[in-house]
């Protein structure tokens, strides 16, 4: 079993709706939570950051982590065709001596229709 | 502020053969990690460097390694190449200290026929 969970979809939803994506993990270790937006043939873009549970938002989207879950989420508000790509959760422990490895859902395809 | 910069973008070798791919982080991050994506595995982290000391590695074979020199610039190498290191190859630079943002070059794209 993967560390790290995340359904690769496609999920296909229509322009101005709000979209939520989820991963699982099993590594209660895992403190810092991250989302990424890869367009084809780019390198991942950071969307949001979050350290341990609890919310945050950045315009139009919206990060949850629930640590007691293991569950985290983001939530897209009036989705564009822009948004269109695909979404990887990311979420790592770190320590001053093993440092920082970033442990990757395999990526939710989005497709936002006009 | 320029972001991670990656080269080359695209290389095609021949089985058999040893590549290096270089990678320039953020101005300022001391952490450089490499990573691997293919189709089918996904993103898999190769290794992290940080003050030119490998913190941390992934579980690929000694074939794949690294460096990280004193400006924090970073070289990974491939050696004897396989079929099956076909994939985009992505460097992450980060501050390093604390579980800070992780920031992706644009990646170096790797065909081996």
């Known amino acids: 079993q993967k560390e790290v969970e995340q359904d690769p979809g496609p999920l296909s939803v229509p322009e101005g709706a709000i979209v939520s994506l989820n991963c699982t993990y099993s590594?209660?270790?895992?403190?810092?939570f991250m989302w990424y937006r890869q367009y084809s043939r780019k390198g991942p873009e950071l969307l949001m950051y979050?350290?341990?549970?609890g919310n945050k938002e950045d315009g139009r989207f919206t990060a949850q982590v629930d640590k007691s879950s293991k569950y985290i989420s983001l939530f897209i508000r009036d989705s564009q065709p822009s948004d269109s790509a695909t979404y990887l959760c990311?979420?790592?422990?770190?320590?001053?001596?093993?440092?920082?490895?970033?442990?990757f859902g395999k990526g939710t395809s989005l497709l936002v229709t006009p | 502020k320029a972001g991670v910069t990656q080269t080359p973008r695209y290389l095609i070798k021949t089985r058999g053969q040893q590549v290096t791919l270089s990678c320039s982080p953020i101005?300022?991050?001391?952490?450089v990690s490499w990573y691997q994506q293919t189709p089918g595995q996904g993103l898999q982290f190769l290794f992290e460097?940080?003050?030119?000391?490998?913190?941390n590695k992934g579980n690929f074979p000694g074939r794949f390694s690294g460096r990280q020199f004193s400006n924090s610039r970073s070289e990974m190498n491939v050696s004897t190449l396989e079929l099956g290191d076909s994939a985009l190859y992505l460097c992450?630079?980060?501050?390093?200290?604390?579980?800070?943002?992780?920031?992706f070059g644009q990646g170096t794209r790797l065909t081996v026929v």
């Open positions: 992450a630079s980060s501050l390093g200290e604390g579980g800070t943002e992780a920031f």
């Open positions: 590594n209660s270790a895992f403190q810092y």
């Open positions: 979050t350290y341990s549970s």
């Open positions: 990311a979420m790592s422990a770190w320590g001053s001596n093993s440092g920082y490895a970033l442990n």
């Open positions: 101005s300022g991050h001391r952490s």
């Open positions: 460097y940080f003050s030119e000391t490998q913190r």
